[in-house]
């Protein structure tokens, strides 16, 4: 059995972490995640729509 050198186990390394990245990028790409993405996208602008459906409900049981 051959030994492994150092520089051979680095090349592996990076081979593994090179695979586990296009892994990962090709998940969030996928056609199954577009609706949890746009989903979590939208997510800040729901916080706005909230808040201003809050002051309007406040305003109305102020004038009550």
Same mark, same amino acid.
């Given at each position: 059995? +051959?030994? *492994?050198?150092?520089?051979?186990? &680095? ?5 593994? +972490? *090179? =695979? *586990? %990245? %296009?892994? +990962? +990028? $090709? $998940? =969030?790409?996928?056609? @199954? &995640? @577009? @609706?949890?993405?746009?989903?979590? =996208? ?10 201003? @459906? ?9 004038? &009550?």
């Amino acid at each position: 059995m +051959i030994p *492994m050198d150092v520089n051979e186990l &680095r090349g592996v390394h990076t081979l593994v +972490i *090179m =695979a *586990m %990245f %296009f892994g +990962i +990028i $090709w $998940w =969030a790409y996928s056609s @199954r &995640r @577009r @609706r949890p993405n746009d989903e979590a =996208a939208h997510l800040p602008f729901d916080d706005d729509e909230m808040e201003k @459906r809050t002051l309007e409900q406040e305003k109305t049981e102020k004038k &009550r």
